[in-house]
C-alpha cells in the first residue's frame, strides 16, 4: 500500500497538479491579502472534473506553497502575504532593509523546507498507530473529541475567546438548516426549495474565506500603497556551512510547528509564535531578536511549514481539521468521496500514503520553486488591489454557480461574504466559525448515536474515561482564561488600592 | 464617569440575539423524536441558547476591556469606509443582474468596468477595465463552458 501510494504520488499526472498547486499556492501567499485558504476555495469547484487523487495533490500543494510563499511579502513589503508569516517579518524585514534580502529569503526558504520535510516525517511515523488507536473510539469519544476541538479553536483564537466560541457556535448554527442526517427531518428550510440540503460548504468557504476578505482588502488599500518594496540583488544566500549552526533551532522549531498543528484548531501563526519566543529563549543573544536575527526567521519559517504536516495527522486519522485551511481539505475530500478518519487507512490506503509522499514531495518543489523564481515573485507580490479584486470576485461567482447550476448558491456565498466581514469588524475570528460549520453534522450525529446507546442520559460519558477527558480539556480550556482574567482584575485592584 | 458598550459588541449582541430567538422560535416547528431521544430540535436549542449566553457574555465582559479613565474600549469598531459599501453593493448588483436574467458576460462586463475604478478610486482606470472586463467576460465564459463543461448564467 505504501509502494502503491508512492508510485500514484509520482506518476506525472500527479506530479504535474501538485507543481500546480505548489506554484499557485507560492504566487497567491507571497501576494499580501490573498491566501491559501482562498485559493483552495477558489480552486474546488474546478477539481470536481478531477480525479479524488489529483484534486486533493492539488490542494495539498496549494497549501504548502502558500505557507511558504508569506515570506517573500513579510521580508521585503514587511506585510505576511499569510497570517503564519508575521514572525518573520520581525526579523525578516530589518535583515532585508539592512542590505541582505537575498539572506532573509534563503533562510527563510531553507527553514520552510526543513521543517515541512520534517513534518512529513512524522506525518508518516505518527498517522498509522493513531488511526489504529482511532478505530477503537466509539461516538461519545468522537462527540467529545469535535467539542473539545470547538472549544479549542475558540479559545485560542485571536481576541477574546468569548467572541471564538460565540463564532464557533454561529458556525455550527450555519450547518442546521437542511436535512438532519440522523432522522431526515427538514429543519429552517423557510419552504425554500433549494434550501432542503442546507448550506453547500463550497459558496459557505468562498464567502467567508474570501467574500469578507476581498471586502477587507478594499478598505486597506490606501495603506498597501504606501508599501515600499526592498530592492534584490544587494547580498547572497546563506552558504551551506552555515546552517550547521541553526540545526538545533530547526529541528526544535519543527518538533514546535508539528506538534502545534495536530492540536485541533491551532493555526500556523501561533505554531511560528511559540516556536520564535522559544528561539529566543534558548538563544545566546535574544536582544538580536527583532533586529535581523537569523534565528528569528528560522523559527518562524521552520514551524509554520511544519504545522502544515502536523495538521494533516488529525486530519487523515481522525477527520478533524487542524485550522480552517485544513477544514477546505476536508471538505474537498468528503465532496470527492473521500472520508477522512479512522477507517481511510483500511479503505483508502494508497491515497493517504500518495497524500503524505505529495506533501513530501511539494515542499521540495515549493523549495525549488521559490529559489528559481524570488525575483520574479518580488514583483507579483505589488498586483493592485483595484484589479485583483474583481477578478477574484468574478472566479468566486463562477465557483459557487457552478457546482449546483443555481444563482441560489451565488447568493448565500454573498450572503456569508457580508457576514464574515461584519464579523471581522466586530473583531470575531472567522477560523472557528468555519470549524464549527464542517464540524457541526457529524457532532451531532455521533452525540446522538451515543445518546440513542445510553438512552438519552449524558451520564453515560462516565462510562467512557477517554471521552471523559476530551470534554475535561475543553471545560478547562473554558475556564482556566476565566479565572487567569478574574485574578488579575484582583490584582490590580489590590495594586490601586495600595496606590 | 459613564461607560458606553462598543460597537463591537453591540454587533455581538444584535446578532446572538436575533439569531438565537430566531432559532429557538423555529425549533418550535421541528417534528419531537421518532426513534432517537434527543430529537433534531435540540442541537439548534443548546445552540440558541449557547449563543445568547456568549452574546450576553461578551456584552458584558467589555466593561472590564474599557479603558478605566476613557471609557473607550480597545475593541471599538472603525467606520464603514463608503468605497467598501459601494463594492459591495456593486457586488450584489452583479449578481442581481444575473438573478434577472442578463447573461454572465454582460453582467460581468459591467461589474468589473465599475469596480476597478471604484476601487482604484481613479476614472483614469477605466481605459484598462474595460480590457479586462473584456478579457474576464469573455474569456471566463469561452474556458470554463469550453474546456471545463461548467455552464454559467445566460441571457
Not at chain 1, 532593509?97 to 521543517?115: D, F, K
Not at chain 1, 461516538?139 to 479553536?153: Q, R, S, T
Not at chain 1, 460519558?461 to 484582583?490: Q, T, W
Not at chain 2, 421518532?34 to 439548534?44: E, Q, R
Request: include cysteine; charge should be neutral; proline fraction near 6%.
Amino acid at each position: 500500500m505504501i509502494i502503491d501510494g508512492l508510485l500514484s504520488a509520482l506518476s506525472l499526472g500527479a506530479l504535474f497538479w501538485t507543481l500546480v498547486g505548489t506554484a499557485s499556492g507560492v504566487i497567491v501567499g507571497a501576494i499580501p491579502g490573498l491566501g491559501g485558504g482562498m485559493l483552495m476555495a477558489l480552486a474546488l469547484p474546478l477539481t470536481f472534473a478531477m480525479s479524488p487523487l489529483n484534486a486533493i495533490l492539488l490542494l495539498i500543494g496549494i497549501h504548502v506553497g502558500s505557507v511558504s510563499g508569506g515570506l517573500i511579502s513579510a521580508t521585503l513589503l514587511k506585510m505576511p502575504g499569510t497570517p503564519s508569516s508575521v514572525m518573520t517579518t520581525f526579523d525578516g524585514f530589518p535583515m532585508a532593509r539592512n542590505g541582505a534580502p537575498e539572506r532573509a529569503l534563503g533562510l527563510g526558504m531553507g527553514s520552510s523546507l526543513i521543517g515541512g520535510l520534517l513534518a512529513g516525517l512524522a506525518l508518516a511515523f505518527l498517522a498509522p498507530p493513531l488511526s489504529v488507536w482511532a478505530l477503537k473510539i466509539g461516538p461519545w469519544e468522537l462527540a467529545a473529541l469535535i467539542l473539545m476541538a470547538l472549544v479549542l479553536v475558540a479559545a485560542i483564537a485571536q481576541g477574546s475567546m468569548i467572541k471564538g466560541l460565540f463564532s464557533a457556535v454561529l458556525g455550527v448554527i450555519a450547518a442546521l438548516p437542511g436535512l438532519a442526517e440522523s432522522d431526515g427531518q427538514l429543519r429552517y428550510t423557510f419552504d425554500i426549495p433549494e434550501m432542503s440540503a442546507g448550506f453547500r460548504l463550497l459558496p459557505v468557504l468562498l464567502g467567508v474565506f474570501v467574500i469578507s476578505q476581498l471586502l477587507q482588502e478594499v478598505e486597506r488599500t490606501r495603506l498597501k500603497d504606501k508599501a515600499q518594496r526592498i530592492a534584490l540583488g544587494q547580498s547572497s544566500f546563506p552558504k551551506l556551512t552555515e546552517w550547521r549552526r541553526h540545526i538545533g533551532n530547526l529541528l526544535r522549531s519543527s518538533a514546535i510547528g508539528t506538534f502545534v498543528g495536530i492540536l485541533p484548531g491551532v493555526g500556523a501563526s501561533i505554531s511560528s509564535m511559540v516556536a520564535y519566543g522559544i528561539a529566543r529563549t534558548f538563544s545566546r543573544t535574544p536582544n538580536k531578536f527583532g533586529t535581523g536575527h537569523d534565528e528569528g526567521v528560522v523559527a518562524s519559517e521552520a514551524a509554520n511549514n511544519a504545522n502544515v504536516g502536523g495538521a494533516m495527522i488529525p486530519l487523515i486519522t481522525l477527520g478533524i481539521p487542524g485550522a480552517p485551511v485544513d477544514a477546505i481539505l476536508l471538505g474537498a475530500m468528503i465532496m470527492h468521496k473521500i472520508q477522512p478518519g479512522p477507517l481511510l487507512f483500511t479503505t483508502n490506503g494508497t491515497l493517504v500514503w500518495a497524500m503524505i509522499a505529495a506533501y513530501l514531495i511539494a515542499n521540495v518543489m515549493m523549495f525549488a520553486l521559490m529559489i528559481g523564481s524570488y525575483r520574479q515573485l518580488s514583483k507579483i507580490i505589488s498586483i493592485p488591489t483595484h484589479y485583483l479584486v474583481p477578478i477574484v470576485f468574478v472566479f468566486c461567482v463562477i465557483g459557487s454557480f457552478s457546482i449546483g447550476n443555481r444563482l441560489f448558491d451565488v447568493w448565500v456565498m454573498m450572503g456569508f461574504g457580508v457576514l464574515g466581514f461584519v464579523l471581522n469588524k466586530a473583531k470575531v475570528p472567522l477560523g472557528p466559525f468555519v470549524i464549527g460549520f464542517v464540524l457541526a453534522s457529524p457532532f451531532e450525529a455521533e452525540l446522538r448515536t451515543a445518546l440513542q446507546l445510553s438512552d438519552g442520559s449524558l451520564l453515560a460519558i462516565i462510562d467512557h474515561p477517554i471521552a471523559l477527558s476530551f470534554v475535561a480539556v475543553a471545560v478547562l480550556m473554558f475556564v482556566a482564561p476565566l479565572l487567569r482574567r478574574k485574578s488579575s482584575l484582583e490584582s490590580n485592584e489590590q495594586k490601586g488600592e495600595g496606590a | 464617569m459613564i461607560r458606553k458598550p462598543d460597537t463591537a459588541s453591540l454587533i455581538v449582541l444584535a446578532l446572538g440575539l436575533t439569531v438565537g430567538s430566531g432559532l429557538l422560535y423555529g425549533a418550535q416547528f421541528i417534528q419531537p423524536p421518532i426513534f432517537d431521544p434527543v430529537g433534531s430540535a435540540a442541537l439548534p436549542q443548546a445552540c440558541a441558547v449557547a449563543l445568547i449566553a456568549l452574546a450576553l457574555g461578551e456584552f458584558l465582559a467589555q466593561f472590564s476591556k474599557q479603558h478605566p479613565d476613557t471609557g473607550v474600549s480597545k475593541d471599538t469598531v472603525e467606520g464603514f469606509d463608503l468605497i467598501t459599501a459601494t463594492v459591495a453593493i456593486l457586488m450584489i448588483a452583479y449578481i442581481g443582474l444575473m438573478q434577472l436574467g442578463l447573461g454572465f458576460e454582460a453582467a460581468t462586463l459591467s461589474f468589473v468596468m465599475a469596480a476597478i475604478p471604484v476601487i482604484g478610486r481613479s476614472f483614469r482606470l477605466l481605459a484598462i477595465a474595460v480590457i479586462i472586463a473584456a478579457l474576464l467576460a469573455f474569456g471566463a465564459a469561452w474556458l470554463f463552458s469550453t474546456i471545463f463543461f461548467v455552464d454559467l448564467p445566460k441571457i
